[in-house]
Each structure stands twice: as C-alpha cells, then as structure tokens.
C-alpha cells in the first residue's frame, strides 16, 4: 500500500460490529461495514489488535503474537459448511459485549464446530487444514500446545507448570502433544477458520477499495505462547520470572507512571538472529491487513525499563533500542514495509529520527492541539505529509464527549479554529482532518456518529468496563438517509481522499 496516498478511513474493532452472537466478528456485518465504507468514499478500515485478548477483555495484552481472536471467528460460515448447527441464543446484549458471557459460549460453538468438521467435513477441506497447519507450523504448533496445556490448568501461568514442561523438555513436550491431541487439534482448526475469515474478508474489501490497518503492539505478554517457547529472547531468571518489565516513568498524566508488566526482550539475542522472530511477526501481520500500525514505537529508539519487583514505574532507566537496524533486517526479508509509528506520548528526538530514517509516518491526534497557542504541534497547519490525522483514538474521548470536558479556553480556542460548536464539533474535527495536507486521515466510528462519552471504548489505567462498545445498523441509517455515509463521503471527496463523483456536482 502506497502510504504517500491522500486517503480516509474510520477506526473500528471487529467486535463493536452488530450480529446476534454477543459481540462483532469477521461474519456478514463486516462485509456489510466494507460497504458502508466504500459508500462513503472510505479507503481504509483500520481495526485494533486481532490477537487473542488478555487480561480485561484487551486486545493490546494476548496469549500470542502471532495468534488471532478466536471469538472473532463468525458462526455463520461454519453453519453454511454443515460443521454447525443454528445454535439457540442467549439473550446477549446487543450494544456492549459482555465477554464474560460471550466468550464461554462461543468456545462451545467453535467446539461444536470443530466436532462437526471431524465427522463431517469433505477431503477437500480436510486437506486445506492440513496444509494449512503444516504451513503455519512455525507459530502454530507452540501455540496450540500451549493453550492445549493451559486449558486443563484453567489458566495457571507457565512459569507455574511441571518444571518438565516449563522448561519444555522433548520428553515432556512429546508426552503432552500426545495426551492433548484432541486439544490440540482444536485450537488448529480456529486458528484456521480465523486466518480463512481474516483473508476472506480482507479480499473482499481490497475489491472494493478499502484497505485493512491492523495494529501491532510492539511486547508481549508474559504468560503467553510466544515467552514459553523462546524464553531466551526475554528478560527473565532462572525460574522464568520478569526480571525487568516495560512501562513509561510518571509524567503530568500518572504520578506513578505506568508498569504494564510485559517482559522485555533481549535484543542483544534477537540481533544475533537477524531478528528472525520479529520478520516472522511483520510477515504474519501482512498476511491480514494491508498496512499496520506499530504501538508504542518510541520503544524501539529507547525504552524503559523498571525493576520486576516494582509494581509501579517510579524507579526505572531509559535504554537504547534495536534502531533501524531491526527494520533493515525485516525489510532486507519482505520488502518495502507500510508502517505507521505510533509516535505519542514522552517523545524524544531520536524517536523522530528512527521513524524518518525508516520512513514512516507518524500519528497525529487533533484532539491534543487545543492546550496551547497556534505553533501547537497537533495543529494541522503544523502537520507534515507523512502523517496520519486522527480526530482521537481508541484511548481518547469521543469528539463529543472532549469538547463537554475540555476547558472553557480550549473550547473558544478549538471554536475559533474549527468554526464550530457542540453540535458540529465532531464534523469540524473530522474535515481539518481531511483537509490537512497528512497522508491518511483516520476517524474514530463514534466521531463519525457524533456519539458522547459513553460510547468511548477505552479508558487507559482503568480496568474493568473497556473494549466492550457496539454499535447498531440503525445509527448508521439516520431516518432511512444514511446522513453520516453521505456528510463523511462529501468531506473526503472535497479534500481528495475519495472519490470525486461523490460530490454529485451540477
């Protein structure tokens, strides 16, 4: 994907997709939102992790890196193949997902599913995921193992396994791919049926000209597939315990900072690989979007690192990251890389330097460049090209919801900037964005349907309620008009991010 090309998109996660199954996923409502999207002149879907989720139902702390969710696998393909009957529904609610509810209950339907494709499926389809496992076998077969394992042991972490199995003896290994096997075998036939969905999907809106961003968060979790099978390439003792763990220092936003806890790599290990694990990720990550966003990427200039036995991120020291040399080293492998860096927060000169030395662009939230005067770095009129322009994220407030809370001087100044009000501040934000001269222009869905705070899908440092914001086809389709496609496809065709013709001009 060019990144240099003037386009627009909108940031939604699978789950906040309407279907009857508890929450969004790669079945009809994705193809129907592809349309939507094409309609309204939209190039981009941008979505967050499609990893597995981790603790507090996040998308940004999973099992595996190389993964996908399997509760974003659809039902409705597996009940077309015959693998599946139509299944009695639970009383789901229809805007929140409520993952303790729905994640159990999609497990017995992919467990169903997974018993359906054993007894029933054709030679074809059996030697496809044959072929496939074999394929994927490089992340596939730690994987599966680890959740076969973990299954049973109802989530124990792995430094907390048999000593045999922690420290993966072949003995051992072999002893418990033989016991699960079962087990085994169903955790390969969901990651199949997600990367067939994933690919599926992501062919059918290249057709239609909209491109997939997928989001890649730059560590790992430490009770995950990806540590337990190369915990070499982590900090961590001899009983496979973080001995340093990532997070930011305090600043005006946390006293305390914030220890996110993951392990940090040994990058003295990876450069002895040419940074084989991380190609391997970036080439995985390509096969399902069409460009992606790399989170905290500051990371790789420096980092910080804080004592594993802190649990909160006072004391710590910055640390010289891979460099460009880790980019060099992936795309010497798969070529040109379509890269955005999430480039926010403490930002330093050198991180600058490392993402233009690479090439990429960097983000841009409007919603920051209202505290200052106007030399404010979030301006638009300060962009660069190589930006990508965003009204807010999935961390920030909805449009609306910023402009109720923000000062009575950041309103007149954003007022006076935008040349709006309550009312329209979300349509203002969304078209200084489309006019800027950054190469992408990303909004928020909630932006998009000028929705309040309560529609926001996450609030950082809060755990607990996150992750679980849905929308209906109803507020898509104002009083039968499909306002918000019609307003959003103007805005992109006028600013040269869409097409022309949308314009309808005499």
Known sequence: MDLNQRTAGVLLHPTSLPGPHGAGDFGPAAYR????????????????????????????????????????????????????????????????????????WREQQLRAAAAGFLARASAADRQAFAAWCDAESDWLADYALFMAIRSPLKGQPWWEWSPALARREAAA??????????????????????????RALKAYANERGVRLMGDLPIFVAHDSADCWSRPELYHLDEHFRTTVVAGVPPDAMSAEGQRWGNPLYRWDRMAAENYAWWTARVRRALVQADVFRIDHFRGFAGYYEIPGERMDAKVGRWLPGPGKALFDAIEQALGRLPIVAEDLGFITE??????????????????????????????PHMWPRASVAYTGTHDNDTARGWWNAASARERAFAGSYLACGEHDVHWALIRACCNSVASMAVFPLQDVLGLGSEHRMNVPGVLGGNWGWRFSWEMLDVAGGNEPARVLGLITAASGRGPFELLRLP
């Open 350 to 379: 050198d991180v600058h330097a490392l993402r233009d030395a690479c090439g990429f662009p960097g983000m841009k939230i409007l919603q920051f460049g209202f505290g200052g005067d106007g030399s404010h770095e979030f301006l």
């Open 33 to 104: 939102f592809v349309d939507w999207l094409a309609s309204a002149g939209q190039g981009l879907w941008q979505m967050l992790p499609t990893t597995p989720i981790g603790p507090g139902d996040s998308p940004y702390q999973g099992v595996s890196a190389f993964a996908g969710n399997p509760w974003l696998v659809a039902l409705e393909p597996l009940i077309e193949k015959g693998w599946l009957s139509q299944p009695a529904l639970p009383d789901f609610e229809a805007l929140k997902v409520d993952y303790g509810r729905v994640c159990p």
């Open 173 to 198: 290994l072999q002893a418990a791919r033989q016991s699960y096997a079962d087990e085994i075998a169903f955790w390969q036939f969901v990651q199949w049926q997600f990367d067939v969905q994933i």
